[in-house]
């Protein structure tokens, strides 16, 4: 854990911003609030704790909200303005990296879960094949057709859940993925060789659709897999990040690991061939050429 006090005698006050906002977000995650809930918890506007907390910001609270925070959660104002590395939240704390087992139903519920808490954050994914919120009916019995009724009912919530999710006001959700993905739908080829034509043709459309309905709050950015990779993984805000491995997600929960990979979502936005304006247009290539 970074300590202030140590490293400068007059630390700048970007450096103490800085170091509250990563002691915050350790406080949110640790009790799995949103701003709202936490803003409540301890008697603040939640406009005032989103300002606060904004990257870049070198706004600090007052001292009596510093003291009430400290009161509520245990903790020392010190600890808060990164004056000193541990407190007596460290007994505590969640675990920098957790394994999360799901299936297909408690995947969904574990999900819908990190969505709410991390309301008001920005999401940031990058998808293990289509994005959720993008599939269409057809094309999920097609990928998840070899699961049980209840993980496809699980799956098909959790499409709905997210497709609602962003069509919220205050959403702000970002997907990096491969060219490579839609350009195989379109050609039938590797895991989509067995859809039919007409299931791929409208899965295409309903990607044009979305991609344009949702903008600016979803924003699709297409990236050249031969040039640049990534697994699956979600940043839920600074919060936490679920990478995904199949039957289980790596939890991360520490603000360095979280800061490394929304440092690498950063690298594939730049690297990205396709922009979130342009990629419906693209998509409308790849579905012209659809054979």
Partial sequence: MKSLRFEKENP?????????????????????????????SVGIDRSALSQFLAPGSTRLPRAETLCAISRTYGVSVDWLMGLIAND???????PMIEIERV????ASVKLAKWHREAMGYKIRYVPS??????????IGVYEFGDFTTTEREAKERQMQ??????????????????????E??????????????????????????LTEELYPTFRLFLFDARKIYSAAYTLFGPLRAAIYIGNMYLLVNSVEHIRALTAHFDGLIRSAEVGPDKAPERISEYLASLS
């Avoid at 094949?129 to 057809?138: I, Q, S, V």
């Fill in 129 to 138: 094949t289509l994005p959720d919120l993008l599939r269409t009916e057809e």
């Fill in 103 to 106: 299936t297909e139903a408690s």
């Fill in 12 to 40: 700048d006050k970007r450096d103490v911003a800085e170091i509250f906002r990563d002691r915050m977000a350790l406080l949110l995650a640790r009790k799995g609030f949103n701003l709202s809930q936490f803003a409540n």
């Fill in 184 to 209: 195989q739908l379109a050609k039938g080829e590797g895991i989509w060789r067995q859809v039919p034509i007409a299931i791929r043709r409208d899965q295409m459309k309903n990607m044009i659709r």
């Fill in 88 to 94: 007596e939240i460290a007994s505590e704390a969640v």
């Fill in 161 to 182: 859940d997210q497709l609602s999710y962003s069509r919220r006001p205050e959403t702000d959700m970002e997907v990096c993925m491969p060219l490579q993905a839609i």
